[in-house]
T-cell receptor
Framework: DAKTTQPNSMESNEEEPVHLPCNHS???????IHWYRQLPSQGPEYVIH???SNVNNRMASLAIAEDRKSSTLILHRATLRDAAVYYC??????????FGTGTRLTIIP | DAGVIQSPRHEVTEMGQEVTLRCKPI?????LFWYRQTMMRGLELLIY????????DSGMPEDRFSAKMPNASFSTLKIQPSEPRDSAVYFC?????????????FGNGTRLTVT
């Protein structure tokens, strides 16, 4: 599976936007970019996904670079409930979803 | 929908005992995945099913682990005999087509402690 690289940890102030980066330089043309997050003591939760175009939903926005070798998850206004581990994952043509180590996001009140 | 339901939430057992973890996927989902999470190894895919048939069990650590899906609404992951290194949180997930666009829905996991 194509690999992603994320910072181990990030901090952000409450009520400010958060930009979580992900590098995926070996992405193939058919790989979807998925983001999941895992809150403490819970299972992973789907956040958003995209292929080429930027995507928005009620949870977040996904900005995908033109060459698709990187992407950024954007939380527009972070709350304390957004403190979690965020995983950037490339979804290839098969059904497997392989998690990396993710970014641990800390929200500062 | 109640989401993916796993039981029990916590399981404490002694080394050598048999452990059975249970999962009820979301109704209508025909893919089911078992993951294991530890501090050292993160989230690992153990096995997944499509229409109750095991598709890929390459992540199952060894013969002590087995998984079954007797019908579309129930799956089990069994460890026999259990060992302390099996201590982890085990997650079950399901989705509707297993494809690149369909998100996985995870349960809240079973925390297994083997003493």
């Amino acid at each position: 599976d194509a690999k992603t690289t994320q910072p181990n940890s990030m901090e952000s102030n409450e009520e400010e936007p958060v930009h979580l980066p992900c590098n995926h330089s070996t992405i193939s043309g058919t790989d979807y970019i998925h983001w999941y997050r895992q809150l403490p003591s819970q299972g992973p939760e789907y956040v958003i996904h995209g292929l080429t175009s930027n995507v928005n939903n009620r949870m977040a926005s996904l900005a995908i670079a033109e060459d698709r070798k990187s992407s950024t998850l954007i939380l527009h206004r972070a709350t304390l409930r957004d403190a979690a581990v965020y995983y950037c994952i490339l979804r290839p043509g098969n059904e497997k979803l392989t998690f990396g180590t993710g970014t641990r996001l800390t929200i500062i009140p | 929908d109640a989401g993916v339901i796993q039981s029990p939430r916590h399981e404490v057992t002694e080394m050598g005992q048999e452990v059975t973890l249970r999962c009820k996927p979301i109704s209508g989902h025909d893919y089911l995945f078992w993951y294991r999470q530890t501090m050292m190894r993160g989230l690992e895919l153990l096995i997944y099913f499509n229409n109750n048939v095991p598709i890929d069990d390459s992540g199952m650590p060894e013969d002590r682990f087995s998984a079954k899906m007797p019908n579309a609404s129930f799956s089990t992951l069994k460890i026999q005999p259990s060992e302390p290194r099996d201590s982890a949180v085990y997650f079950c997930a399901s989705n509707s087509d297993g494809g690149r666009r369909s998100p996985l829905h995870f349960g809240n996991g079973t925390r297994l402690t083997v003493t």
